[in-house]
């Protein structure tokens, strides 16, 4: 007989652990978490720089936690070893490596197909970042200067002139991770850096004064060329100027194309839901980033896993 769990969750970051942890606090033990990638918490892993500062309240996001987890501030280091610890005792069944395509509803609950076949579950939630796919700007990126663009500091060297492009958190981090080494530029569309976190603009202020970074504000990138190797960036002003690399840290987007697949309704680029995150699918759930504007806190994630758990113990 083909087995049938209780819960299936997408998605190996907070809220997606947390929704499993919490559920199985309220007596559910048949729990799989899937996970695209390697290890939980990719987009920690791969977009916060080691020794990130990670708080509880996130951009003004202050959240009181409601559930059984109890998460404090920290780094990145420190939130990698909570979860760690959270999964250490194996009470949920962790897959790693399993995308999913798509999730079909059924009698009796759902099919979410993956890589090679698909497995069934009562009752499924939905838990993939934004930051999962990063957003890439509209402009085409010439072939033969693809390996000297990035969207995180993977691949970065030492003893380069290198442009992040963006206004927010991560792309100050990169640029003030950067410039130590390197040669450092930030090219950002507003006049300020006012979206960022208090921290990093006073980080990149003090990278700005002391003449580490090199601020590229009210400027526009219209096109990318290359040229003897380069990186060749084309600015809305008429001027260019060559780069050995280029860093984009522009946000992240809502897998749309996902969604709609597995007949989630979006409304403003986020996934329709009610007050207990349920998708306009009964038994289908959305949580974390995905239903936030701009991502959301790890306490807000927290806090959807439990909402979520306590309603599926209702029903």
């Excluded at 499993?20 to 033990?29: C, H, Q, T, W």
């Excluded at 290359?226 to 809305?236: D, P, Q, R």
């Excluded at 749309?256 to 409304?267: A, K, M, N, V, Y």
Aim: charged share 25%.
């Amino acid at each position: 007989m083909e087995h049938f769990y209780q819960l299936a969750i997408i998605g190996a970051g907070p809220a997606g652990i947390a929704t499993a942890i919490e559920s199985y606090v309220l007596g559910m033990r048949d729990i799989v978490l899937l996970e695209k990638d390697e290890n939980h918490n990719a987009t920690i892993r791969k977009f916060y720089k080691d020794n990130k500062r990670v708080d509880k309240d996130w951009k003004g996001q202050k959240v009181e936690l409601d559930g059984t987890l109890y998460f404090m501030d920290g780094t990145k280091e420190s939130t990698l070893d909570f979860f760690d610890q959270l999964l250490d005792n194996e009470v949920v069944e962790l897959k790693t490596h399993t995308e999913v395509q798509k999730i079909m509803k059924i009698e009796g609950g759902f099919e979410v197909f993956i890589a090679g076949g698909s497995i069934k579950a009562a009752y499924v939630v939905v838990t993939i970042g934004r930051m999962g796919k990063p957003n890439k700007p509209d402009y085409k990126i010439p072939p033969s200067i693809k390996n000297q663009i990035h969207f995180t500091l993977d691949g970065c060297s030492q003893g380069e002139k290198v442009m992040v492009v963006g206004g927010g958190d991560s792309a100050i981090e990169y640029a003030v991770e950067l410039c130590d080494r390197n040669e450092v530029s930030i090219c950002y569309r507003r006049g300020t850096f006012r979206r960022a976190n208090p921290t990093n603009q006073t980080d990149i202020e003090k990278a700005v004064a002391n003449g580490s970074v090199r601020p590229l504000l009210n400027t526009e990138i219209i096109e990318l060329e290359s040229e003897s190797g380069k990186v060749k960036v084309l600015f809305s002003d008429g001027s260019s100027e060559l780069f050995d690399r280029l860093v984009y840290a522009i946000g992240g987007t809502t897998p749309s194309g996902f969604l709609q697949s597995s007949g989630i309704r979006e409304e403003d680029g986020k996934p329709v839901h009610d007050e207990n995150y349920q998708s306009n699918v009964e038994g289908l759930f959305v949580a974390g980033d995905i239903t936030q504007e701009s991502g959301g806190s790890i306490a807000l994630g927290l806090n959807h896993g439990f909402a979520i758990a306590n309603y599926i113990q209702s029903l």
